[in-house]
């Protein structure tokens, strides 16, 4: 039976070509909702974009008929703006001048008449009220990703016998089909299916702490490179910060992209800075010309432009994190490193004022080529799957990309585990020869104490 999507104003700002996602379904969109992309239209960020986009797009079509009556899409259903259903009984206390129960209460005179009506929109509280007066509600994405608990980790764990992990560090490779993967699920083991840059735990089938860690390239099973390295003093203590390690020393030419995904205190941005800087700082090569830092909940909205001062000077209080981290890293004796404050502080600031490090808001990055540049993308599970797509293909010859993020730590109000960009782009570039990724555990939460219990528990 052919149903009814009514799109919510969110639905639009999120994806303005979403009219055209539902197949053979007639589409609406209530002229409240006209009323608000109005609202946007004048707005300087990616949503006032989007709203001029979505307009033009209604416009194209609205040469081609009445939107009142409707309009032919190309997937077989059509496209109407609802104007009527004024009188469709809601709560007495529900405002009616607020856009959202006027959405609703167009969705109740549609279901009223005979349609079958789903309500399409990324406000949680709507799809709850929607539901109330028994209107079904969903969620709206852009690409379908999949649960957070089901997404592509980039890690795998893999059982072969003592005897294979014996000439696995002898020979320094191993066959993909001499692995064993086992399924809780399905009780059994089976051959994994792999994918390019995919990091293994190896284990022996017959004492399980025997291990080795390995990639898989593509064709071979082969060993870490770099996961004993110790970049400005920084070890890794687990196997999810070794895995990080490779994925960050492969150079540019080979893995130009890296995606990390972890919960708090797993040291994503710590690693990542502590490798760039001694990219940057320690190796002759000078195989990059400085590191770039963005984190985009500075340019989520364009006020940033109407605060006093430099650039720099606008975006330093979205930094304060990067500056944690470069304060540990320009000090590696925990002991001494707090004792001088201002000497710390000087340490820090001296990376800046020479230029090794600098930080941008990540509006400022469209139209750019950025070239043989370290780019650490901070908190990019803030970002939408259109903003992702728009950095990553910023990335000229010899820069190296690295998208950090917790997935269950979003800002972004339209925006949750399934349709931020990091997890976009994770899903999509798995397998990618390009791109390593790496998704940190729970129990490789390394801040302290308190954090891994914190994060645990809560």
Sequence with gaps: MKRTYVLDTNVILYMPNAIFSFGDNDVVIPEVVLEELDAFKKDKSDLGSNARYAARIIDKLRKQGKLNKGIQLPGGGRLRVEMNHYDAEIPP????????????????????????VCLVTKDIFERIKADTVDIDAEDFYEKMVPEYESQYTGRLDVFVSSEKIDEFYAQKYLEPKELLYYSNELNEYSIPELYVNQFLIIHAIENTRKTALGRFDGKLIVPL????????????????????????????????????????????????LAVGLQKVMEENAQQY???????????????IGFLPGTEQEKISPFMRPIFDNLQILVD?????????????????????????ITTEAVAYLRGRSIVKNWVIIDEAQNLSPKQIKAI????????????IGDPEQIDHAFLDSRSNGLCYAAEKMKGSELCCQVTLKYDECERSPLAYESSRRL
């Excluded at 003093?233 to 490779?246: A, H, S």
């Excluded at 990553?392 to 998208?403: C, D, M, N, Y």
């Design 392 to 403: 990553i293909t910023r990335v000229g010859e010899g820069t190296k990309l690295i998208l």
């Design 93 to 116: 206390l529900w405002s009616r001048q607020k856009p959202d129960n006027r959405i609703i209460q167009v969705c109740k005179g549609l279901k009223e008449q005979g349609e079958d």
């Design 332 to 356: 590696s004796d925990e002991k001494e490193r707090y004792k001088n404050e201002k000497e710390l502080d000087d340490k820090v600031r001296e990376l800046f004022d020479r230029k090794i």
């Design 225 to 272: 490179l770099f996961k004993d390295m110790v970049p400005l003093g920084i070890t890794p203590r687990n196997v999810g910060q070794k895995f990080m390690l490779e994925a960050l020393y492969m150079d540019a030419d080979k893995i130009p992209l890296v995606i990390i995904k972890g919960p708090a205190g797993t040291a994503k941005t710590l690693f990542s």
């Design 289 to 303: 010309r400085r590191i770039l830092v963005c984190r985009p909940n500075v340019t989520m909205d364009e006020e």
